[in-house]
């Protein structure tokens, strides 16, 4: 604890406390609920920087993908009642994707509470379910207590958002305290009884599969991980959304598991008689709404490591359940080596290959083929570039072309939460100037947040924005016609020159309809993001038609028709 007695305000005890755990950006909106913390923010301009955004939604994005990339705490701070509801969607997003977080939300002064004051809300009731702890700090002497709990509720166990609401009174009240320095995060490990047990199962199994997930990887933890897998010869796929686990060039890869999986892929994960989920909650994303293991008891032998012991067994029941994080876990086996040499050479050797021939692209119907698209995309970009996300089909081919390379590299939500590539391609600038930044966005996710175009511009952000524009929301398109074939209703969007509206921003926009003139454009982009430090935008205009890499929207729709004459 600090020594340095003096008096201050809650607005300064807060952002001196941000300082010393090492914060160096807050993502905000500004509102005179929190005003004495905005002032404070103006002695530390050298050391923490005001990320003005243009709605709440996009900088909790914002905050959240700082989460991921960092694996510390991303700060938002947002005024009463809008901006905390807005604000709601990246709170969400950090919670199902167990990202650190914590969002600050002004209050109404203890004199008006509890009279439906102006733009009140209890935030307990409002946030409780999608985050790891809500706290209201009712005095400024406490203001040091509640932020050390903060931020370690937010990185332990399941790491995750945590919302503190700061009523004016203690923000403008004083106090003289001592500040609570930050501590080091503890990481368990297996115990030894554990590993024995592991190794006995790995040395039985024939046709293992290692299933990665989670945040917070680092270099070094993910090479002692690739090692393993090389040791122990079993073949390695990434949980959904999770492509930075492993390398994706590595000889062990296997593919990305989840939505989209290729049949084989989807195969080999349910005839392997043993799965080793290492950091992954093995949630419905992953698991394809729980098909590739049956719950509760999967047919499969399950090894589950992971940091809380509540999401042990909470969908699976595990043979061995280790309450590790893939910190603790990757020192413990770091030299652990076969009970005997296993002879699984081949099975990695098939699953690797399986995955590099579906990097061939796939045909697509019309001009636009987004297939031979992402490829381009994978070929052109530097090994270390950052590929950002939102939510949608379109999603499905850079999950698919697009070889992720090391922890930091990609960005997109487990949530599903659209409108979330944007403001993760600013968060991803900001922390990784030097980097190559590339953001997939569907024409109706680009829409819900391309106002922060607007803060990428003001922040001198050179990235590439590729809007795929179907002028449907396709996502939902596949679905109506796989329940409901041949009734299409409300979907349908009349879009704006969305290239135009790069340009009105102040950066570079064009629109691609044919496959052959993307690579050219793409070439473009890149090129005047580096040196113009501003936002490339591509509208890619493509047949609905083509809805994922593998499947046509008729062939849906007839799929439909032909079940409901069976039936």
Same mark, same amino acid.
């Given at each position: 604890?600090?020594?340095?007695?003096? $008096?201050?305000?809650?607005?300064?005890?807060?952002?001196?406390?941000?300082?010393?755990?090492?914060?160096?950006?807050?993502?905000?909106?500004?509102?005179?609920?929190?005003?004495?913390?905005?002032?404070?923010?103006?002695?530390?301009?050298?050391?923490?920087?005001?990320?003005?955004?243009?709605?709440?939604?996009?900088?909790?994005? /914002? =905050?959240?993908?700082?989460?991921?990339?960092?694996?510390?705490?991303?700060?938002?701070?947002?005024?009463?009642?809008?901006?905390?509801?807005?604000?709601?969607?990246? !709170?969400?997003?950090?919670?199902?994707?167990?990202?650190?977080?914590?969002?600050?939300?002004?209050?109404?002064?203890?004199?008006?509470?509890?009279?439906?004051?102006?733009?009140?809300?209890?935030?307990?009731?409002?946030?409780?379910?999608?985050?790891?702890?809500?706290?209201?700090?009712?005095?400024?002497?406490?203001?040091?207590?509640?932020?050390?709990?903060?931020?370690? !509720? =937010?990185?332990?166990?399941?790491?995750?958002?945590?919302?503190?609401?700061?009523?004016?009174?203690?923000?403008?009240?004083?106090?003289?305290?001592?500040?609570?320095?930050?501590?080091?995060?503890?990481?368990?490990?297996? /115990?030894?009884?554990?590993?024995?047990?592991?190794?006995?199962?790995?040395?039985?199994?024939?046709?293992?599969?290692?299933?990665? %997930?989670?945040?917070?990887?680092?270099?070094?933890?993910?090479?002692?991980?690739?090692?393993?897998?090389?040791?122990?010869?079993?073949? !390695?796929?990434?949980?959904?959304?999770?492509?930075?686990?492993?390398?994706?060039?590595?000889?062990?890869?296997?593919?990305?598991?989840?939505?989209? #999986?290729?049949? *084989?892929?989807?195969?080999? $994960?349910? *005839?392997?008689?043993?799965?080793?989920?290492?950091?992954?909650?093995?949630?419905?994303?992953?698991?394809?709404?729980?098909?590739?293991?049956?719950?509760?008891?999967?047919?499969?032998?399950?090894?589950?490591?992971?940091?809380?012991?509540?999401?042990?067994?909470?969908?699976?029941?595990?043979?061995?359940?280790?309450?590790?994080?893939?910190?603790?876990?990757?020192?413990?086996?770091?030299?652990?080596?076969? $009970?005997?040499?296993?002879?699984?050479?081949?099975?990695?050797?098939?699953?690797?290959?399986?995955?590099?021939?579906?990097?061939?692209?796939?045909?697509?119907?019309?001009?636009?083929?987004?297939?031979?698209?992402?490829?381009?995309?994978?070929?052109?970009?530097?090994?270390?570039?950052?590929?950002?996300?939102?939510?949608?089909?379109?999603?499905?081919?850079?999950?698919?072309?697009?070889?992720?390379?090391?922890? %930091?590299?990609?960005?997109?939500?487990? @949530?599903?939460?659209?409108?979330?590539? @944007?403001?993760? +391609?600013?968060? +991803?600038? @900001?922390?990784?100037?030097?980097?190559?930044?590339?953001?997939?966005?569907?024409?109706?996710?680009?829409?819900?947040?391309?106002?922060?175009?607007?803060?990428?511009?003001?922040?001198?952000?050179? /990235?590439?924005?590729?809007?795929?524009?179907?002028?449907?929301?396709?996502?939902?398109?596949?679905?109506?016609?796989?329940?409901?074939?041949?009734?299409?209703?409300?979907? %349908?969007?009349?879009?704006?020159?969305?290239? +135009?509206?790069?340009?009105?921003?102040?950066?570079?926009?064009?629109?691609?309809?044919?496959?052959?003139?993307?690579?050219?454009?793409?070439?473009?982009?890149?090129?005047?993001?580096?040196?113009?430090? #501003?936002? +490339?935008? $591509?509208?890619?205009?493509?047949?609905?038609?083509?809805?994922?890499?593998?499947?046509?929207?008729?062939?849906?729709?007839?799929?439909?028709?032909?079940?409901?004459?069976?039936?």
């Amino acid at each position: 604890m600090s020594k340095d007695l003096r $008096i201050r305000n809650g607005g300064q005890i807060v952002i001196e406390h941000l300082r010393n755990y090492g914060v160096r950006r807050i993502f905000m909106v500004a509102g005179e609920s929190y005003l004495p913390c905005i002032d404070a923010l103006y002695d530390h301009q050298g050391e923490i920087q005001a990320v003005a955004c243009r709605q709440e939604g996009g900088a909790a994005y /914002m =905050a959240e993908a700082h989460g991921k990339l960092t694996g510390t705490p991303g700060i938002c701070f947002v005024t009463r009642g809008p901006g905390a509801t807005n604000a709601s969607i990246g !709170v969400h997003t950090a919670y199902q994707d167990s990202t650190p977080m914590i969002l600050f939300v002004g209050q109404v002064d203890a004199g008006t509470q509890d009279r439906d004051a102006f733009q009140e809300i209890d935030y307990r009731r409002m946030f409780s379910c999608m985050s790891k702890w809500v706290a209201q700090v009712d005095s400024t002497e406490r203001l040091p207590e509640y932020l050390a709990r903060a931020f370690a !509720v =937010a990185t332990q166990g399941r790491p995750g958002p945590v919302v503190l609401v700061l009523p004016e009174q203690v923000l403008w009240g004083s106090a003289t305290v001592a500040d609570v320095m930050p501590f080091k995060k503890a990481h368990p490990s297996p /115990m030894p009884s554990e590993l024995a047990q592991m190794q006995s199962l790995l040395q039985q199994s024939e046709r293992p599969f290692l299933l990665l %997930g989670g945040n917070g990887w680092t270099p070094a933890t993910r090479q002692i991980i690739e090692s393993f897998a090389s040791r122990y010869q079993i073949p !390695v796929g990434v949980g959904w959304r999770r492509q930075e686990c492993f390398d994706n060039r590595h000889p062990n890869y296997a593919g990305h598991v989840g939505y989209g #999986l290729t049949a *084989e892929l989807e195969q080999r $994960i349910k *005839e392997a008689d043993l799965i080793i989920a290492l950091g992954s909650r093995l949630n419905q994303p992953t698991t394809v709404d729980y098909t590739l293991l049956v719950s509760p008891q999967p047919t499969q032998q399950l090894i589950h490591i992971y940091p809380d012991a509540d999401e042990l067994g909470r969908t699976y029941r595990p043979t061995l359940a280790i309450q590790a994080d893939i910190h603790g876990f990757a020192e413990a086996v770091q030299n652990l080596q076969p $009970i005997s040499a296993p002879a699984r050479g081949q099975h990695v050797v098939q699953a690797n290959q399986q995955y590099l021939d579906s990097l061939v692209p796939l045909d697509m119907p019309g001009p636009m083929n987004l297939n031979t698209a992402a490829s381009i995309v994978a070929k052109r970009l530097p090994i270390d570039s950052c590929v950002t996300a939102g939510a949608g089909n379109f999603a499905l081919f850079p999950h698919r072309y697009i070889q992720i390379s090391a922890p %930091g590299t990609q960005l997109s939500p487990i @949530l599903g939460a659209m409108g979330y590539g @944007l403001p993760a +391609a600013i968060a +991803a600038k @900001l922390e990784q100037p030097e980097k190559v930044v590339v953001c997939y966005a569907g024409d109706g996710c680009f829409q819900m947040t391309m106002q922060e175009l607007g803060t990428a511009a003001q922040q001198k952000l050179g /990235m590439v924005v590729l809007v795929f524009n179907n002028s449907t929301w396709g996502t939902i398109r596949m679905h109506q016609e796989r329940e409901f074939p041949g009734r299409v209703i409300g979907l %349908g969007l009349s879009n704006p020159d969305f290239a +135009a509206i790069a340009r009105a921003y102040g950066g570079h926009g064009e629109t691609v309809t044919r496959t052959e003139d993307f690579a050219s454009a793409f070439d473009r982009s890149l090129a005047f993001a580096a040196s113009h430090h #501003l936002p +490339a935008l $591509i509208e890619i205009q493509y047949d609905v038609e083509g809805i994922s890499p593998e499947t046509t929207l008729s062939q849906i729709r007839e799929a439909a028709f032909a079940l409901r004459k069976e039936n």
